[in-house]
């Protein structure tokens, strides 16, 4: 089962196509973009995602088990969404991480800090929502609203967020070092679709809870945010820890997207199943005498 090839068109793995480059310019990316897909349209998403996803679940699988062999490395794997609101983070959740087992999943979404939170360094927070070997760790946000709201809000002086960069990319090694895959997702999306995913949870009662009049705000700061983002990508794109944009303009490109990163970096992890600790016959023999005869 898992030994399902990604998918892209030509065989180029979709790490490169989407890794962010070397001093990338936002001005360079287009969020409308569908690189590597291997459909000619949107028609073709549901089938590879109906392919994608016994794959996926089974490797999910096979990281969760491997952390229970006693001798190989503990590894887990932590996914990072960023983007601004209506970029798809909730969306990405529901859609690719709904296809594997939720019992493997640790998902935590960073709000505004908590006094207490606050009270203590900016990867406080972070570090108690790392996941467990074995698991697979979502962040909607992350330790990057620390170089971003706060940066264009200005909540901190420069000189603080200034050295965040480089705390941030000594963590993320130390994280790699220790076992944990980070896999950043930088979901790009123009200013005209958030308006349109903006207006269109203002027309339907279902999805006025997902508004609120912030977002308009931090949308009238787009290219401070845009500045920021960009700085991010230049200043943490580390090799060990690298950023990969994901093109959202599109919702079913971005979901296949992060499902086939997702794969790609479990197919290079290569988990495999772990031995059995005792003797398989025996323990056959063991159940089937557990009972007198009926
Ligand atoms: P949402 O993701 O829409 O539920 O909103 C969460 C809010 O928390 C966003 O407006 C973020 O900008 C904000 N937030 C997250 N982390 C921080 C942080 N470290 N400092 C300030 N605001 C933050
Ligand atoms: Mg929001």
Same mark, same amino acid.
């Given at each position: 089962?898992?030994?399902?090839?990604?998918?892209?068109?030509?065989?180029?793995? =979709?790490?490169?196509?989407?890794?962010?480059?070397?001093?990338?310019?936002?001005?360079?990316?287009?969020?409308?973009?569908?690189?590597?897909?291997?459909?000619?349209?949107?028609?073709?998403?549901?089938?590879?995602?109906?392919?994608?996803?016994?794959?996926?679940?089974?490797?999910?699988?096979?990281?969760?088990?491997?952390?229970? #062999?006693?001798?190989?490395?503990?590894?887990?794997?932590?996914?990072?969404?960023?983007?601004?609101?209506?970029?798809?983070?909730?969306?990405? &959740?529901?859609?690719?991480?709904?296809?594997?087992?939720?019992?493997? =999943?640790?998902?935590?979404?960073?709000?505004?800090?908590?006094? #207490?939170?606050?009270?203590?360094?900016?990867?406080?927070?972070?570090?108690?929502?790392?996941?467990?070997?074995?698991?697979?760790?979502?962040?909607?946000?992350?330790?990057?609203?620390?170089?971003?709201?706060?940066?264009?809000?200005? %909540?901190?002086?420069?000189?603080?967020?200034?050295?965040?960069?480089?705390? &941030?990319?000594?963590?993320?090694?130390?994280?790699?070092?220790?076992?944990?895959?980070? &896999?950043?997702?930088?979901?790009?999306?123009?200013?005209?679709?958030?308006?349109?995913?903006?207006? !269109?949870?203002? !027309?339907?009662?279902?999805?006025?809870?997902?508004?609120?009049?912030?977002?308009? !705000?931090?949308?009238?700061?787009?290219?401070?945010?845009?500045?920021?983002?960009?700085?991010?990508?230049?200043?943490?794109?580390?090799?060990?820890?690298?950023?990969?944009?994901?093109?959202?303009?599109?919702?079913?490109?971005?979901?296949?997207?992060?499902?086939?990163?997702?794969?790609?970096? %479990? !197919?290079?992890?290569?988990?495999?199943?772990?031995?059995?600790?005792?003797?398989?016959?025996?323990?056959?023999?063991?159940?089937?005498?557990?009972?007198?005869?009926?």
């Amino acid at each position: 089962m898992a030994n399902k090839k990604s998918q892209t068109t030509d065989g180029n793995d =979709l790490r490169s196509l989407l890794r962010a480059k070397a001093n990338v310019a936002m001005t360079d990316l287009d969020p409308g973009a569908t690189p590597g897909f291997p459909g000619t349209s949107k028609a073709d998403v549901a089938d590879l995602t109906a392919e994608l996803a016994p794959v996926l679940s089974d490797w999910q699988e096979r990281l969760y088990a491997e952390n229970k #062999e006693p001798d190989t490395p503990q590894r887990s794997i932590l996914v990072v969404l960023q983007g601004l609101d209506t970029s798809g983070k909730g969306g990405i &959740i529901r859609h690719v991480f709904g296809l594997v087992d939720p019992q493997g =999943l640790k998902i935590h979404a960073f709000k505004q800090p908590t006094p #207490e939170e606050l009270s203590h360094d900016f990867l406080w927070r972070i570090r108690q929502q790392l996941p467990s070997p074995g698991m697979i760790g979502i962040f909607d946000r992350s330790q990057y609203e620390d170089v971003l709201v706060v940066r264009v809000n200005e %909540l901190v002086e420069p000189a603080v967020w200034q050295q965040r960069y480089d705390l &941030i990319n000594d963590f993320e090694a130390s994280l790699t070092a220790s076992g944990t895959t980070i &896999i950043k997702c930088f979901l790009n999306m123009s200013p005209d679709e958030q308006k349109r995913r903006l207006l !269109e949870r203002l !027309e339907n009662p279902t999805k006025y809870w997902k508004f609120s009049h912030g977002d308009v !705000e931090v949308r009238g700061r787009w290219d401070d945010y845009m500045v920021a983002y960009q700085d991010v990508l230049n200043r943490c794109n580390t090799d060990v820890a690298p950023w990969y944009v994901i093109p959202s303009d599109r919702k079913w490109y971005r979901n296949w997207a992060v499902a086939t990163l997702l794969l790609e970096h %479990l !197919e290079g992890m290569n988990p495999q199943w772990p031995q059995a600790e005792f003797v398989v016959e025996d323990e056959i023999a063991a159940v089937k005498n557990s009972l007198p005869q009926r």
